[in-house]
């Protein structure tokens, strides 16, 4: 089954694939954990839920863990490029500071984004 727009989005806003790599399975379970209440106010596993995230939230926390992971790093060759543990772990850091502070506008579902623009067939 294919990725929903959502799981490709964070998965690109963490570098997912990237050292230190999160799984797949760990990208479902950061979208699991920033689940909020839907656009008709249901809270996530109620009845007609539209599953809806802070996907600033994920992102964030996707930098944690890979922060942590980088703490345990030592300095190694990632494609071709020479980057210290220092440097990765660095970087894990400021990717943190980029996705804290300001609240992440939710992904409209296709139906929402149809009904506001009245473009879809």
Same mark, same amino acid.
């Given at each position: 089954?294919?990725?929903?727009? =959502?799981?490709?989005?964070? @998965? $690109?806003?963490? !570098?997912?694939?990237?050292?230190? #790599?999160?799984? &797949?399975?760990?990208?479902? *379970?950061?979208?699991?954990?920033?689940?909020?209440?839907?656009?008709?106010?249901?809270?996530?596993?109620?009845?007609?839920?539209?599953?809806?995230?802070?996907?600033?939230?994920?992102?964030? =926390?996707?930098?944690?863990? @890979? $922060?942590?992971? !980088?703490?345990?790093?030592?300095? #190694?060759?990632? &494609?071709?490029?020479?980057? *210290?543990?220092?440097?990765?772990?660095?970087?894990?850091?400021?990717?943190?500071?980029?996705?804290?502070?300001?609240?992440?506008?939710?992904?409209?579902?296709?139906?929402?984004?149809?009904?506001?623009?009245?473009?879809?067939?």
């Amino acid at each position: 089954m294919p990725d929903s727009a =959502e799981k490709t989005r964070l @998965k $690109a806003m963490t !570098a997912w694939d990237r050292e230190p #790599t999160l799984s &797949d399975a760990e990208i479902d *379970s950061l979208l699991s954990l920033a689940q909020v209440v839907d656009v008709n106010g249901v809270a996530p596993g109620g009845d007609d839920y539209v599953p809806t995230h802070n996907l600033r939230a994920a992102a964030r =926390e996707g930098w944690k863990w @890979k $922060a942590g992971r !980088a703490a345990e790093l030592q300095s #190694t060759d990632l &494609d071709g490029d020479r980057m *210290s543990a220092n440097q990765i772990y660095d970087h894990c850091k400021a990717m943190i500071r980029e996705y804290s502070g300001t609240a992440s506008p939710k992904m409209p579902s296709r139906d929402e984004e149809c009904a506001s623009t009245a473009t879809c067939v």
